[in-house]
């Protein structure tokens, strides 16, 4: 992970003005291609972008009535959606092959390959190890991409928060980057991540499909009702977050965090089915902030619309154009 955020520090030139949500997107990708397959998808990073777009755009119109039926019709949006997921499974299947040719590399994707089911006489198909990979590649980045993006355009808004954060990286780390044995000292690193996820949340809407009927206070949820919850809603509540558009990271103080209930913050979900990805993706976010943020501040681009765009996950509907600008005191 910082490895790969190192790169991305030393690419970036004092003055210029790149959009953030590629840039992280791209850094991300890099990220859980490394970690989890043991692979470089830089060169197509583009490419899987691009799809994984036109894939998110498909998800509203899968949630509605008869969307089985939708899918089968010859619409723009269908063949878009077909073409985005074929060029998924192409790098998907690509790695597939070549980890079954090569053996245990130890990641991720070996791990699924030498899974055997309850008899122990069969492991996955291509199929199934497909639908596991997939799953994991796309969420494993894309929400810490935006997550990062969001966390970068409310620290140019708040001075004060960065030089507090600024203050945290020097002490810690000094002129080094940081390293898996620093997470306990980047609390207030953490706390910044807390609190962009808090206000923009990047699974903005959970769902879950009713098993059978049950009641609810006085209303009766129906078997098989899709349930959505809004950790975005839940997120912004004044009961449990007073002044809640205000980005306040010592909100994450512990002594704060035990006066509120434990499900008043949700960014991976709660219960059995909470995300299985939630500690890859703090450790993830914490050193990927640190890495570059030891480094370079980041200023919006004056007269940049910034606004929300619900899809699957949260992104900026205009992205996020900032510019480079490098710290008084540099690793």
């Known amino acids: 992970m910082v490895d790969c955020a190192a790169r991305v520090r030393d690419r970036w030139n004092a003055g210029e003005t790149l959009d953030m949500s590629p840039e992280m997107m791209r850094l991300t990708l890099a990220i859980v291609a490394r970690t989890l397959f043991s692979a470089d998808v830089d060169a197509e990073a583009g490419e899987i972008g691009t799809a994984l777009t036109d894939v998110f755009e498909m998800f509203q119109t899968l949630l509605l009535p008869f969307s089985e039926l939708i899918e089968k019709l010859p619409l723009p949006s269908v063949r878009r959606f077909e073409r985005a997921r074929a060029r998924l499974d192409q790098t998907i299947y690509r790695l597939i092959e070549g980890h079954r040719a090569s053996g245990d590399t130890g990641d991720l994707l070996s791990m699924l390959l030498l899974t ?29 991409a935006n997550a990062l993006t969001w ?7 708040n ?45 903005w809407a959970i769902g ?7 009641e609810l206070g006085e209303y009766t949820i129906p078997a098989r009702s899709i349930i959505l919850m809004s950790p975005y809603a839940v997120h912004r509540d004044p009961r ?30 709660g219960g059995a089915r909470v995300c299985i990805g939630e500690r890859f993706a703090w450790m993830e976010g914490v050193l990927v902030l640190a890495t570059l943020a030891s480094r370079w501040k980041l200023r919006l681009e004056p007269g940049h619309r910034v606004a929300t765009k619900a899809m ?16 008084s005191h540099r690793p």
């Open 312 to 327: 699957i996950t949260l992104r900026p509907r205009y992205g996020m154009r900032m510019k480079i600008v490098e710290r």
């Open 159 to 203: 001075p004060e928060v960065e030089s507090k954060l600024h203050a945290e990286l020097d002490c810690v780390l000094g002129d080094r980057l940081p390293q898996v044995e620093d997470l306990p000292s980047l609390r207030y690193s953490e706390q910044v991540i807390s609190e962009s996820l808090r206000l923009y949340p990047p699974a």
């Open 116 to 144: 055997k089911d309850e008899s122990g006489a069969a492991g996955m198909t291509d199929q199934q190890v497909r639908d596991e990979s997939l799953t994991l590649f796309l969420a494993g980045h894309e929400t810490t």
């Open 151 to 157: 966390a970068w355009y409310l620290l140019s808004q």
């Open 240 to 269: 449990w977050f007073p002044e809640p558009g205000k980005f306040d990271p010592d909100r994450w103080l512990p002594e704060e965090v035990e006066k509120r209930p434990k499900f008043s913050f949700i960014p991976f979900g």
């Open 208 to 214: 879950r499909r009713a098993r059978a009927d049950f």
